[in-house]
């Protein structure tokens, strides 16, 4: 039987049917017949525009309802009718949107508190001389280096220690914690020795322990003594103030500078087991008498 294709009656023969000089068909069957197809442009329609891929998600936004219930306030089933009834407030302004996106770094609150998604952290430090006390770069060594493999969560330490002053400095991210120590009424006691260029005179200490007035603002400490066993100008004060610019005020009025300063304890903590220079997670029981004061 001859392998070459008939042709229809009506119209040009088709090309495909065609035989070449040798008498064999020019197609060798359909694979062939449908290659030769898509080379003279017959492909398959395809579609030119095809759907944008998804854009990837923003890694410094989260969900408003998973930033609640990772806060620890309630789960994020409990968020979402929260934020429907407006206990919710981003920046100030009340969110109702279900799928509303927040950065990690703008102020929540739920029912007026304000609230963070990360795990609570409490690290203490025993400073050395030669760190700014700020979470600023550009500011040379910061007490931030110090502490920067310490944890993930975004801690900052509460009050502030000179650069040339020592001892210890709280880091936290639980707001809180870090409001006990700014409130004027009960505040958290810290205790410091300091070393200053002269002998403190007994009258200078009394008036400082008294209490007395710069500029017509009060200047008050918890207590201030003389060392045990030490110069007259190796001096123990406690005051409840977060900074250390009060210290310097207060020898400032009475004519005597500061050598050295060393914030030796914090409310219940102490130095105890920590290196200069070196840090610790505070104990579950650290935390639980620093909540009580």
Not at 145 to 157: E, G, Q, Y
Not at 160 to 186: E, H, P, Q, W, Y
Request: aromatic share 4%; charged share 25%; glycine share 10%.
């Amino acid at each position: 039987m001859s392998r070459t294709q008939g042709t229809s009656g009506k119209g040009k023969p088709s090309a495909r049917g065609q035989q070449n000089g040798n008498g064999r068909s020019a197609s060798r069957g359909g694979a062939s017949s449908h290659k030769k197809s898509i080379a003279r442009g017959n492909a398959p329609i395809r579609n030119v525009n095809p759907p944008s891929k998804k854009q990837a998600s923003n890694p410094d936004e989260i969900r408003l309802n998973k930033y609640v219930a990772n806060s620890g306030m309630c789960s994020r089933r409990e968020a979402d009718v929260h934020i429907a009834t407006g206990l919710v407030t981003v920046n100030g302004k009340v969110i109702t949107e279900m799928g509303y996106k927040v950065k990690l770094d703008d102020e929540v609150r739920y029912d007026g508190a304000r609230i963070n998604p990360e795990k609570k952290a409490y690290v203490l430090l025993n400073k050395p001389k030669g760190f700014a006390t700020t979470t600023s770069e550009g500011k040379g060594r910061t007490v931030m280096d110090l502490v920067a493999n310490a944890t993930s969560s975004r801690i900052k330490p509460i009050g502030r220690l000179g650069r040339n002053s020592k001892g210890l400095l709280l880091f936290t991210n639980d707001d809180v914690i870090a409001a006990k120590f700014t409130n004027s009424k009960n505040g958290v006691p810290r205790l410091f020795q300091i070393e200053l260029d002269k002998n403190l005179k007994l009258e200078d200490l009394k008036a400082i322990q008294a209490g007395f007035k710069v500029e017509g603002k009060l200047i008050a400490v918890e207590e201030i003594s003389y060392i045990d066993g030490e110069p007259k100008n190796q001096i123990g004060l406690k005051i409840k103030n977060i900074g250390n610019t009060l210290i310097r005020t207060i020898f400032d009025h009475f004519k005597y500078e500061i050598i050295s300063l060393d914030c030796v304890a914090i409310g219940p903590l102490t130095k105890k087991d920590i290196p200069r220079g070196h840090w610790k997670h505070l104990t579950e029981q650290e935390l639980n008498n620093l909540k009580m004061l």
